[in-house]
């Protein structure tokens, strides 16, 4: 059987665009070379294309040739920046960008339009779990459990601070978490104690966004699950994620080594078969496709279970927790790959097969 040509694209413009580079080095090491071709595409901090093979370190292709994907439907081919000449060709791309520009559907659009099948959600999908503030009146909207939050624009921030903050605040109490509505990260993301300290935590969040959601503050076990399918998805056991900090902000994710993972999180059956039913109904409502972390909160006090967010692109180094998850529920991180590869390749069968005009008569 020809081998699948696998275009691992990654690296980007966000702040995670180290993360993504570790995520792609564990890619490239887990893909069988006897089933794939790879190809590594690195996306410069400066939003440029770089192609090189799989005998490169993915940090050195961002040093190699620059090229670029024409919105040639069917063609899947990389042609070089200068030139045009034909430089690789693809059946399919494993995105693995993450934040703005990678997950939030935009590359997903890009892929649709160069007609190349693609791991993990599609446009809406992406869209939509990127957005706090839809995936939370989606959720609510068919009573899933979310934690209460109200939305806060910059524009009436500007127009009435006062005003935002007393309306904030009756609605809510304290105390309160304020983040930009479409960033990842824990990015522009502040816990606020007292009426003071609402106002700069806004302020900070509407430097990132144009929509702030502020959601009550709750004191709650972190709880994670991982789902993966398309139309027919299936949940791994949960793991529980411990910062050993005030939240699990940006340096517990990424700097301190003293956050831990749990896998599988230390739960009772009851709770865990819970999670995985919301997970999977969270997953769907919010488009799903390919996979999702559906992260969670678990109230100290109340034991009440709340849907924090679903993330179209978690994390994907061999150690990070989606990863984990499937491999403490029997799936190794290469058999993982190899079934989103296989997903993407049947969702892109399955809309190919849908008519694209209309016929009268
Ligand atoms: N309502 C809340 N109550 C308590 N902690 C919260 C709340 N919202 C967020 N946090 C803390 O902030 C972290 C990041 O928030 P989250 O909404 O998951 O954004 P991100 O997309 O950046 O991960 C969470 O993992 C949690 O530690
Ligand atoms: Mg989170």
Request: glycine share 10%.
């Amino acid at each position: 059987m020809a081998k699948i040509r696998v275009g691992i694209v990654y690296g980007g413009r966000s702040v995670e665009h180290e993360v993504s580079i570790a995520s792609a080095t564990s890619i490239l090491q887990a893909l069988d070379p006897s089933r794939y071709e790879v190809q590594l595409i690195a996306i410069s901090k400066e939003g440029r294309w770089h192609l090189g093979g799989p005998d490169l370190l993915p940090e050195a292709v961002l040093e190699a040739p620059e090229v670029t994907l024409p919105a040639i439907p069917g063609e899947r081919r990389l042609v070089s920046v200068d030139g045009g000449q034909p430089a690789g060709e693809v059946d399919v791309i494993v995105p693995i960008v993450h934040g703005t520009g990678g997950e939030d559907g935009s590359l997903q659009g890009f892929l649709e339009l160069a007609g190349v099948p693609y791991v993990g959600a599609g446009v809406l999908g992406s869209a939509i779990q990127m957005d706090k503030e839809v995936t939370k009146r989606l959720l609510a909207a068919e009573g899933l459990p979310v934690v209460p939050g109200t939305c806060v624009r910059a524009s009436q921030l500007r127009a009435d601070s006062r005003g935002c903050c007393e309306r904030v605040i009756s609605e809510l109490g304290l105390p309160l978490f304020v983040k930009p509505a479409g960033l990842g990260s824990s990015v522009g993301i502040s816990k606020v104690a007292s009426v003071a300290e609402l106002l700069p935590a806004l302020e900070e969040a509407a430097r990132y966004d144009a929509k702030i959601l502020v959601e009550h503050g709750v004191d709650a076990r972190e709880l994670e699950i991982a789902v993966l399918g398309n139309d027919e998805p299936e949940a791994s056991v949960p793991g529980e994620i411990v910062p050993h900090a005030e939240f699990y902000d940006y340096e517990a994710k990424y700097v301190a080594e003293s956050t831990e993972l749990l896998v599988p999180a230390p739960v009772s059956d009851a709770l865990a078969a819970r999670m995985r039913e919301l997970a999977i109904r969270a997953y769907r409502l919010l488009e799903g496709q390919g996979m999702a972390r559906v992260d969670f909160f678990l109230d100290r006090e109340t034991d009440e279970l709340w849907l924090n967010e679903v993330n179209s692109l978690p994390g994907f180094t061999e150690v990070s927790m989606y990863p984990r998850l499937w491999q403490a529920s029997g799936l190794s991180y290469p058999a993982l790959l190899d079934r989103l590869i296989e997903l993407a390749l049947e969702r892109a069968q399955r809309d190919q097969s849908l008519e694209r005009s209309y016929r009268l008569g």
